[in-house]
């Protein structure tokens, strides 16, 4: 089987598994950065490689626009594009098209949206979503739906919702086509919506499960504004009914105390832009809390970002060094911090996956978070 | 010796030789990357090992306003301090102070100016310029000059010259004194100044040698704004009296074509901020003249940037998703542009000294600017 999920270990909720793609496993519970634009901010395939990364993401809307999924597949398709020969995760596009500012107009058929790049009108569909992402030649693509806001209505909440099933009916039939021509290709996985109502995400679930036999299923529109306590209500409530032997992506997520919560709620994979950007910002995580470089404390230290590191940035340079990088405007800086941050999330899901398997999840988490928030967060 | 120069081979005027400094061997002719603020922009340490870069360039003047000396040397010296455990040349301030914007008053003792970081009042004079050099930690300091503009007038650059050797007479008096308590520690090298005149020129060298017996000499003022037969007339000039024994450092070149030119006059090392700058500027160095990646020629071209280097940027990508890079303004197209083209010169130079060894420079350096300019240089 190209696509496959085996549980290796559970502790409560948690789950450790071992997932099989098309370019290679994936150990979950897993992390993906963010490639927007068949990149990910500042760190080369090398880099991401260093820092353990098993799989990223790579966003359908970003590289529809620039360079075009034409010009991805002539150059090879997105893996030889951008030299990363391990897993690869598409997104839809749904919630770049519905999160970013400018003209959209949404109807049944799919939603007309201006291209950022050259101002041409641009409309993406369940079945052209599908296709894009099959150009671009990810291990999974994500069925294209209709993101609402964190604070929407549970009327607009519906309404969005029903779209989603009735876009994922025709992602779904649209896949099986061309997976009839070229088998085990790629994977399409649905997206479950309804916002922060449990009726909703109930609902969402089940019409999800009704129309097909996924290999994987995520978990969408959350980590969009709504408070932490709704998020997790939305995963306990989920969680129970969702099948045991496919593995969970939620999406957005996140910050290390957000992981290892959704971790001991059951999910599986996981990407957000915050280890990187918050990088480039000069935020670096460590097991105390996150710091920020630019503190006039660092300016003599010679101490790495976290002693318990292993990363490029942590094994070479002094938080006096790293903040000179960043007061300069140096581009080094911004790439040392997104290297340090990636490889913080990945070595804190390995411990995850460790102590999921060893039955000691839930004392290893309270420990953990204890530390990362004695300080107070920012 | 921790300092010594040894020549391996001639081709005319052209050398290849060996030089030793504290922090390792250096094969000439020789190409410095420059490092302003303790790094050398986008790259690490790393990235320039790979590129087989032997010795770097860095900035006394940036260093000195920011992070300080004092910092850099609480954290080790400038080669702890950016992780480079390699040679390290520092400037030695004149060129910033005399040619970046903003206030400074010149007289007999020094230079003073304000800081572009907090705006305090600064002094540079011959003896802070040692200091502040021997706190960083170099392995070759620059003796403090007045640099004047490359149009200046001969009685401007007559009077800068006169100042520039009594300079160098008390900064090697205090460089003496810093050797005597901890020996081969740091070379100190004078610079011969006297812009585009010929007889300017000939005094400096005259009284450079003079004043000491030093283990290296630059050539500074040049490639600042005058012609091309200007800059090669005053190294046909000069050439013939410099000692043969010690290495000669043009200072701020350059272009591939121009460090032939000059190592084809007798130079040895060098060092230019335009690989990296061009680099971030999208222009790459191939041996069929410079190209621009943003250009849409370029947009699914499935060929590396120069088929015959073996840089990351060439063994990994295909200009299609260089050109990406840099329209999606990535970071990381910054980074392999910039690797390419340090690579590019430590390639060039590297072959200039097989053919200088094998008696064949002349007619390789004809057939190389051949086909480099064959398509016309931007």
């Not at 290796?8 to 290679?24: E, F, I, K, S, V």
């Not at 992390?31 to 990364?53: K, N």
């Not at 999910?267 to 809390?289: H, K």
């Not at 999921?356 to 204890?370: K, L, Q």
Request: net charge neutral; hydrophobic share 40%; glycine share 10%.
């Amino acid at each position: 089987m190209t696509f496959a999920f085996r549980i290796l270990g559970t502790d409560g909720a948690a789950r450790a598994g071992a997932l099989r793609l098309p370019h290679g496993a994936v150990e979950t519970p897993a992390f993906m950065p963010v490639g927007t634009h068949g990149t990910v901010r500042t760190l080369s395939p090398q880099d991401l490689a260093a820092a353990r990364v098993q799989m990223i993401l790579a966003n359908t809307y970003h590289l529809h626009v620039r360079p075009g999924e034409d010009v991805v597949a002539a150059l090879g398709g997105l893996h030889r594009f951008m030299a990363w020969d391990r897993p690869i995760l598409t997104d839809s596009g749904g919630f770049q098209v519905f999160s970013l500012e400018g003209y959209r107009r949404v109807d049944d058929d799919g939603v007309e949206f201006r291209s950022p790049v050259d101002g041409s009108r641009r409309r993406l569909t369940p079945e052209r979503a599908v296709d894009v992402q099959w150009a671009l030649g990810g291990d999974v693509a994500m069925a294209f739906d209709h993101v609402v806001p964190g604070d929407a209505t549970h009327e607009a909440a519906a309404d969005a919702l029903g779209r989603t099933t009735r876009w994922l009916e025709r992602a779904a039939r649209h896949h099986r086509d061309m997976v009839a021509n070229r088998p085990h290709h790629q994977a399409l996985w649905p997206v479950v919506q309804g916002a922060g109502y449990l009726d909703l995400r109930r609902r969402a679930l089940d019409e999800v499960l009704e129309l097909g036999d996924w290999s994987g299923i995520a978990v969408g529109g959350l980590a969009v504004g709504e408070s932490k306590t709704v998020t997790l209500g939305v995963l306990e409530a989920l969680e129970p009914a969702m099948p045991r032997s496919i593995p969970r992506y939620l999406m957005g997520v996140g910050f290390p105390e957000d992981l290892l919560a959704a971790v001991a709620r059951g999910m599986d994979l996981f990407d957000c832009v915050a280890p990187t950007r918050n990088g480039r910002n000069g935020s670096a995580y460590t097991p105390d809390g996150p710091i920020n470089i630019r503190n006039t404390a660092h300016r003599r230290d010679a101490a790495p970002l976290d002693d318990t590191c292993d990363c490029e940035a942590c094994r070479t340079y002094s938080r006096g060094y790293l903040r000179h990088l960043f007061m300069a405007d140096e581009l080094l800086g911004l790439r040392l911090l997104s290297l340090h941050n990636v490889r913080f999330l990945t070595r804190l899901l390995s411990e995850a996956r460790q102590h999921i398997r060893a039955g000691a999840f839930a004392p290893w988490h309270r420990e953990w978070i204890d530390r990362y928030t004695a300080r107070g967060l920012a």
